[in-house]
């Protein structure tokens, strides 16, 4: 439970869009080396935690603070320093890939403000200075080997749309890890997996969990994902923090039982 | 007699009706000043109205049947208007003719579509089909620029070619800059022609009251309406698409408004006459020389002759159109640039990424702007007199145009366009007046039907396979 | 373009700069009204598939000309009562305006669903062009004058021998306003037709699945539009007494930043934007100089969409993502 010291630190959060409280008072914490999963049924308000963490939405009321070489005050931050600064990268529900770009492009824009530096703002890197193209052979290599690692090496000249959905899912994890996040939200990376694939993709989250040692936030309807590589769950219902606990804890934990799976045990049984 | 004949015919029928609900006033009655004081009476146009409707009515009946696989009936109604727009029949007005024979040609495109593009991308796979590929993507550029530059030396450069082909590159130039802005920043500026003016009267001020050259003015000319664009632009670029494309057009009208307005300055209306033209190592292009300088026949002891300077100037903006495609195309393959392919991508995903989506594209609209600064400088020294009635925003419309026929993001495809809409009118002095006609329907028919553009092939900026598999894809876009 | 009365010395004190001041309120209120009308057409179709109609204001040209025909043929068939041909002409430049806005939708606009991002504004500035340049071919591009239909007025009040004047065109085209917003506003309000309009402004999806035939209320919006505009036109064509094939481009922009300025979907909003446009164009005009105006209205169009993108009352909207 208590392992390391947090990474995320979500206070009191509450996001009202006109009358509709989506989030309301949440809080919780997210820890290094540890997936985070936040459940909850349709229109909970997973997705609008997200935005709030990731910048796009102003939170009403709420805290984020977010520990890194110094300490982030998420809601006070704009939208691409997030990503840019305090090191948080995200991926969306629905697919938000560039299209037209070709595979490899996707991952090395993911690198932008390093390699911005690197061209120093383009300059040197219109006089094709040498320091600018070490800076981008860096780059190519660190997208090479993800893209071995979600297995799409073959596809890296193909544009991004043209990608299978799995692929497209696998995809836009790896560019965003491309970010070298410290923090990593996944939503809903699973959703229109089949099983061959979503047991792979439980692989490649537990491995950016062990060997990149950064935190995971994961939202997710399958349970049997979030029973199997999760280390910590946080159930939204209606806006609001309903439980929270390890996985063994929730799957036993009546009001989520009530709450989120109605009254059918067996669902739970993943 | 096939069983849909019924209904293409009520569909003809009814689009016939349409129409002539559009056209029975405003073509109809063609409104004339008759100088007395009730005003105005009428020509009345119901013979041009009637011969419009039929060829409309053939016209729709035999895109259905297109539509419907009915080839080869398809085929002979189109032929038939064709005949008919080309035949010395008399019809009422000259539009008619080109409106029966393009219909034609139309209608004869769309029922051979399907067989064509089949058969060019089955062509495109057979060996010879794949090396004229390779000629059309890898060479064609390279073809094109070749022919630019020995194009003065030919024997049809007169003066009518030359200044032809003057006129063309400016808007290739244009076009590109506006490229940088519109097809990989994905950023809908209506309001690009304001740059071009600010650099024109740059250089149209600095060498009228302050005696500078253009060579001199041409870097500060392209600062001068790069800075503008940031500064215009810094404000704005947070807005959603739709809304920016607003604000550049009322940008540019702001600033068309201002010149006409600021008399002291830009001497309003009137314009700016005796712009110096370039010069060539310090000498002027003329027959004789002003006190202190030297012409450029005396330095190369050649005899004075107009073209001359024609041709020099052909190859000032060959050289500045040449320098705003490398630049781009350099820029495409650094981060700034695939962030700008990025943002017109999915704003959302590259915020998500840590990209700052308003210096990105600042940068994407400062860069397009210093390209219409430098276009203008050349145009103001070339023209040797500007107003403004020069930076309407029809210019900008006609600049849009070309990159969106050419296919967003695509350079060769901004040549091919630029030829197409300022070339072909030109030839064809009788299309003159139906040019802005037929650019907006040509906007409308490429967005209906094409809307990546002549050339929709993306290259991409990099690759991490030297040698990919190049699948020949549909026939149009290799 | 304004019916502006010029200013004189300065020494005449103060009833008269108050007679000045209440005589450019009624003329910019006249302006606004036709402005508001022109707006209400940018609201309804952006509310409804979010694109700016770009084409709308050549719309409003082209009522302006079926008016201009209209008023022409009524005075050929000797047709004598003014009110008989306004009535005539404003119901035959709506009919047939409407046609226009119902073919551009369907031709130009209707193919692009689920096209690219910018595709449907790049088509409607095609369409815009095209319909310049159509009407510049057919009916020439000089100014065309259309005569005087309505003349006189009255004076409201004299302050010191500055006389304060409403013209009956005045009164005329703020009562066609008037009536034509009532009964727009009755049809959207308590109409099943209009209530499919608003069900497909709130969520289309969500309409269609309900059984609501979404292109055909679509095409309602556009031939809605286009009707207003054509009165707008008409009310143009009177006021100004001359029109030319470029009078939608200027007038298109100035009515769009009323729609922008009032809260673009919000209908009430057009309106009172198209209020304050006429306000803001005639009063500076009249105050500082009238060479400026158009530069003006574009100012404020930009002003707003930076500092209030969601105009006056329209909802403030946060993109879901
Ligand atoms: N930008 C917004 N404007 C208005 N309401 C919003 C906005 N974003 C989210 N909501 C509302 O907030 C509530 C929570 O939405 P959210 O997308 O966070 O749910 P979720 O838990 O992610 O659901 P799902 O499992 O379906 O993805 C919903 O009622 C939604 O309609
Ligand atoms: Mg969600």
């Known amino acids: ?270 | 007699m096939d069983p849909r004949l019924p209904r293409m015919l009520k569909d003809a029928a009814l689009t016939v009706l349409v129409a002539a609900a559009l056209g029975i006033f405003i073509v109809g009655f063609r409104t004339v000043d008759v100088g007395s004081r009730t005003g105005l009476s009428f020509d009345y146009h119901f013979v041009d109205l009637g011969v419009a409707l039929i060829v409309i009515f053939f016209g729709r009946l035999g895109l259905s049947l297109a539509a419907t696989g009915l080839r080869w009936p398809a085929i002979a109604l189109g032929i038939a208007m064709i005949a008919a727009g080309a035949s010395p029949m008399k019809l009422p007005s000259g539009f008619l003719h080109w409106f029966v024979t393009l219909g034609g040609v139309l209608l004869v495109i769309r029922a051979i579509w399907p067989w064509a593009d089949q058969a060019i991308v089955a062509a495109a796979r057979t060996p010879t089909g794949r090396v004229i590929d390779q000629i059309g993507t890898r060479w064609l550029g390279w073809l094109l620029l070749g022919l630019a530059i020995v194009m003065p030396f030919t024997p049809f450069a007169d003066q009518k070619t030359m200044d032809l082909g003057v006129l063309i590159l400016t808007y290739v130039m244009l076009g590109w800059g506006l490229n940088i802005v519109v097809g990989l920043a994905g950023l809908l500026d209506l309001g690009y022609v304001a740059f071009y003016a600010v650099g024109a009267y740059t250089y149209a001020l600095l060498s009228t009251q302050h005696g500078l050259g253009f060579w001199v003015v041409l870097p500060l000319a392209g600062m001068l309406a790069a800075s503008f664009g940031v500064l215009l632009g810094f404000p704005v670029l947070r807005l959603r698409g739709d809304y920016l494309a607003i604000v550049t057009l009322g940008f540019g009208e702001i600033i068309r408004l201002v010149i006409l307005n600021w008399f002291d300055l830009t001497n309003g209306p009137a314009g700016i006459g005796s712009i110096p033209g370039p010069t060539l190592f310090g000498a002027v292009f003329a027959e004789t020389a002003p006190p202190g300088k030297q012409t450029v026949s005396e330095m190369l002891g050649i005899p004075f002759h107009g073209i001359h300077r024609l041709i020099f100037l052909y190859y000032i903006i060959l050289l500045l159109a040449l320098i705003t495609n490398i630049f781009t195309q350099r820029m495409r393959r650094l981060p700034v640039g695939r962030a700008w392919e990025a943002l017109r991508e999915d704003e959302t995903a590259c915020k998500a990424l840590g990209i700052n989506p308003t210096n990105t594209k600042l940068t994407a609209f400062a860069v397009g702007a210093m390209f219409a600064g430098f276009a203008g400088s050349y145009f103001a020294a070339k023209q040797r007199f500007i107003s403004p009635e020069s930076f309407t925003f029809i210019e900008s419309a006609i600049i849009l145009a070309i990159v969106v026929l050419g296919g967003m993001g695509s350079q060769i495809g901004v040549v091919l366009a630029a030829v197409l809409l300022i070339g072909l009118p030109e030839w064809f002095r009788d299309l003159g007046n139906y040019r802005m006609l037929a650019f907006g329907i040509a906007m409308v028919l490429i967005m209906v039907f094409r809307p990546r553009g002549l050339i929709g092939h993306r290259e991409p900026s990099i690759r991490l396979h030297p040698v990919a598999p190049h699948p020949v894809k549909s026939g149009g876009s290799g | 373009m304004g019916k502006r009365k010029r200013r004189t010395s300065k020494e005449q004190g103060t009833t008269e700069d108050m007679a000045y001041f209440t005589q450019q309120l009624i003329n910019a209120i006249t302006l606004g009204a036709i402005y508001g009308l022109i707006a209400i057409g940018y609201t309804m179709v952006y509310g409804i598939i979010g694109m700016i109609n770009f084409a709308h204001g050549e719309v409003f040209m082209i009522g302006a000309f079926i008016s201009l025909i209209g008023f022409v043929i009524c005075s050929m068939l000797g047709i004598g009562s003014a009110p008989v041909a306004i009535l005539l002409v404003l119901l035959i430049a709506m009919a047939f305006s409407a046609v226009y806005g119902w073919a551009i939708e369907r031709a130009a606009y209707r193919p692009l669903r689920g096209s690219f991002r910018l595709a449907p504004l790049i088509s409607a500035i095609g369409v815009s062009i095209a319909l310049q340049n159509y009407v510049q071919l057919v009916q020439g591009a000089r100014p065309k004058p259309g005569g005087q239909i309505v003349s006189g007025g009255f004076n409201l009040f004299s302050l010191d021998g500055f006389d304060v004047r409403i013209s009956w065109l005045q009164i005329i085209i703020v009562l066609v306003t008037i009536v034509l917003m009532a009964g727009f506003t009755w049809l959207i309000a308590k109409t099943p037709l209009g209530r499919r309009q608003r069900a497909c402004e709130q969520d289309m999806k969500m309409a269609s699945l309900l059984g609501v035939d979404v292109d055909r209320t679509i095409s309602f919006t556009f031939v809605l539009g286009a009707a207003l505009a054509a009165v707008a036109g008409m009310l143009f064509l009177m006021y100004y007494g001359v029109i030319d094939f470029f009078i939608g481009f200027l007038a298109g922009i100035k009515a769009f930043t009323a729609a922008v300025l009032g809260g673009i979907g919000s209908l009430p909003g057009a309106m009172l934007g198209g209020l304050l446009i006429g306000l803001i164009e005639v009063f500076w005009a009249a105050y500082f100089s009238s060479e400026y105006k158009d530069v003006a209205a574009f100012a404020v169009l930009v002003l707003v969409l930076i500092f209030r993108p969601s105009g006056l009352l329209g909802k403030p909207e946060i993109e879901k993502v």
């Open chain 1, 1 to 270: 439970m208590n392992g390391t010291a947090p990474l995320i630190e979500v206070e009191h959060l509450t996001m009202r869009f006109g009358g509709l409280i989506a989030v309301d008072d949440v809080s919780f914490i997210g820890r290094p080396q540890e997936i985070t999963a936040i459940i909850g049924p349709n229109g909970a308000g997973k997705t609008t935690v997200f935005n709030c963490i990731t910048g796009f939405y102003r939170p009403t009321v709420g805290r984020l603070l977010m520990r890194g070489d110094r300490d982030y005050l998420l809601e006070r931050m704009l939208g691409h320093e997030i990503g840019q600064r305090a090191r948080v990268a995200r991926t969306f529900q629905n697919i938000r890939l560039f299209p037209a770009m070709t595979v490899l492009e996707n991952l090395l824009v993911a690198q932008h403000n390093k390699l911005m530096l690197a061209s120093g703002y383009s300059v040197f890197g219109l006089l094709g200075l040498k320091r600018y193209r070490a800076a981008e052979e860096a780059a190519i290599a660190l997208a090479r080997a993800w893209l071995e690692r979600i297995d799409l090496v073959a596809a890296a000249d193909r544009p991004a749309g043209e990608l299978p959905y799995g692929a497209q899912r696998r995809l836009e994890i790896a560019r965003a890890m491309c970010t070298e996040p410290r923090l990593l939200c996944l939503d809903e990376p699973a959703a229109g997996l089949n099983p061959r694939e979503s047991a792979e993709l439980n692989q490649l989250l537990v491995s950016i969990r062990d060997r990149d040692g950064i935190g995971v936030l994961l939202i997710e309807h399958d349970m049997s994902v979030v029973m199997n590589i999760s280390n910590h769950v946080v159930v939204l219902d209606y806006g609001r923090k309903i439980a929270e606990g390890a996985p063994a804890e929730i799957q036993r934990d009546p009001a989520v039982i009530r709450a989120y799976l109605g009254t059918d045990d067996e669902a739970i049984d993943g």
